[in-house]
């Protein structure tokens, strides 16, 4: 499942980072907070691993 959004991205890469341990947990907010309790490593690989070119910065709510 690619990305839809280069913001959904960088939080897919943050929350990644805290599940390799790269990072703490506690430094999450948001949306990684949440991608990271409800999603795999998996997953987040997935979305993380989404390219960005072409992408928008947030996606329309439309």
Avoid: C, F, N
Wanted: proline share 3%; glycine share 8%.
């Amino acid at each position: 499942m690619p990305a839809k959004s280069q913001a959904q991205q960088k939080a897919a890469g943050a929350a990644l980072a805290a599940k390799r341990g790269d990072i703490k947990v506690g430094e999450l907010k948001g949306a990684s907070r949440s991608m990271y309790d409800s999603m795999s490593q998996k997953e987040l690989d997935e979305l993380a691993s989404t390219k960005r070119k072409g992408k928008p910065e947030h996606k329309s709510s439309s």
